[in-house]
């Protein structure tokens, strides 16, 4: 019986994943180890979105291989697709298996504990292997894959109590900057009698709340025969699941249609949530992305959402300093910003990745002129956030209580998160999980508090 550790870094999607792969694993008879210092095998499971996730991945096996010398070590997912030759030159490195072959690891692990001197029985795979002085590496062409791995991720943000499924995978776009396509292939998705299914079966389990995500979430059910759209999979969710409340991670702006919001407004299972990535305020810039949609129809779909949800969280990515921003379109971007009622931000550096069309322009910018740019717009989505928070104070808000954080483990709060994507701190000790109606009475350190609480009935009736 073989113990594993698996580490995670990345997106919900690649987490997903690392759900997906250690519930294959169980399965098999597989022991989580307490840590990757006590396990016989450890999956790296990365990311590639940023350089500076890369230098995270290599940097986490270094360290576990110090520690855990004897330890097998597995890398997987988008670095493992985009450049395995690097992995596989790590000391410690065994197995390099690309996104295209993540859905055998289990098969390959098993197959190594029974016969630890023949590590991958290969001749059993379709792909042959690529061997490297160190390690051996199995991918594939990524844009052959068909498979979803599918398990919801229990950890994380939550801890425990908030599950996110993932129902799609892939993207068909693309955009200048974005590694993505080129290590997740083409967008797939999960068939929806087994979303149905795997939520009904979290329903079982006591859940409250899931999350729902994917790489290009608001494309999900293109592909499948006959074709449905992620609307008729929220609907069928409503009407066939007796789920609290459901929450969708990032969409894409132009998948946001009025009859989306609507839906959200028709009934409170839906979180008052929807995170769309902007990318940039210029429209110049946005077209050397290759977005899709520009400012006006950007804004057109912010307006919709605050005029059916008046006190909903409005989210968004945006890129500091892509090639050939000026400080014009950096303004013109922070004004856009500015505008618009966000309730916070996630503000990404520009990242120079392999094999992107963005990556071989040369109006390449400093990094100093990125990060003073970044945390610009970081500053401005911190005072967006404030301002919300403020806006929020006395009215009453439907919260779902969280784990207590190991280091507050003795506090006299409980945290919890409300519909609309707001912390809060309960002042009284509650267990996680509960569906709770409280009053926000006062706001620090990106934080509500509040004092009355009332038990609320989510019992889900269908809407």
Not at 134 to 141: E, S
Not at 234 to 244: G, S, V
Request: with cysteine; net charge neutral; aromatic share 6%.
């Amino acid at each position: 019986m073989s113990t594993f550790h698996i580490e995670q870094f990345g997106c919900r999607a690649t987490q997903a994943d690392g759900a997906a792969i250690e519930r294959q694993l169980r399965d098999r008879g597989c022991v989580p180890a307490s840590g990757a210092n006590d396990a016989e095998f450890v999956v790296i499971n990365t990311c590639t979105v940023t350089s500076a996730a890369d230098a995270q991945a290599r940097d986490s096996i270094r360290k576990i291989h110090a520690q855990n010398p004897a330890a097998r070590i597995l890398v997987t997912g988008c670095y493992a697709q985009r450049a395995p030759e690097e992995l596989a030159a790590l000391p410690g490195v065994s197995l390099v298996v690309g996104n295209s072959h993540k859905p055998q690891i289990s098969d390959l692990i098993t197959s190594s504990s029974a016969r630890p001197a023949d590590f991958v029985p290969f001749s059993s795979l379709s792909n042959p292997a690529l061997t490297s002085p160190r390690a051996t590496i199995l991918t594939g062409d990524i844009f052959e894959s068909r498979d979803v791995l599918v398990a919801p991720v229990l950890g994380g943000e939550g801890n425990h109590t908030r599950p996110t499924l993932k129902i799609q995978d892939g993207c068909n776009n693309r955009c200048s900057f974005c590694v993505i396509p080129f290590v997740r292939g083409k967008s797939r998705s999960l068939p929806p009698e087994t979303v149905l299914a795997e939520i009904h079966r979290l329903c079982d389990s006591g859940f409250q709340e899931i999350v729902l995500s994917g790489i290009n979430l608001g494309s999900w059910g293109r592909d499948l025969v006959p074709r449905v759209d992620i609307l008729d999979l929220l609907r069928r969710i409503l009407d066939e699941t007796p789920l609290a409340r459901l929450r969708i991670s990032s969409i894409e702006p132009l998948d946001v249609t009025q009859d989306l919001i609507a839906l959200f407004a028709s009934t409170d299972r839906i979180a008052e949530h929807l995170h769309m990535p902007l990318q940039s305020g210029a429209d110049r810039i946005l077209a050397a992305m290759h977005r899709w949609y520009r400012t006006e129809h950007y804004a057109r779909r912010v307006q919709l959402v605050r005029e059916f949800l008046p006190h909903a969280a409005i989210g968004a990515d945006v890129i500091a300093g892509f090639p050939g921003e000026t400080e014009a379109d950096h303004e013109t971007t922070l004004q856009f910003i500015d505008s618009l009622p966000f309730t916070y931000l996630h503000v990404f550096s520009y990242s120079s990745r392999p094999g992107t069309k963005a990556a071989a322009l040369e109006t390449q910018l400093s990094g100093e002129v990125i990060h003073r740019r970044a945390r610009e717009l970081r500053a401005l989505g911190e005072s967006k956030s404030a301002t919300f928070r403020q806006s929020q104070l006395g009215r009453l808000h439907n919260v779902l209580t969280l784990n207590r954080p190991e280091k507050f483990v003795n506090a006299p709060w409980t945290p919890a998160l409300s519909t609309n994507y707001l912390q809060f701190r309960i002042l009284s000790v509650l267990p996680p999980n509960k569906s709770l109606e409280v009053r926000a009475t006062s706001s620090a350190d990106s934080t509500l508090y509040a004092e009355s609480v009332a038990t609320l009935s989510l019992t889900a009736a269908s809407t």
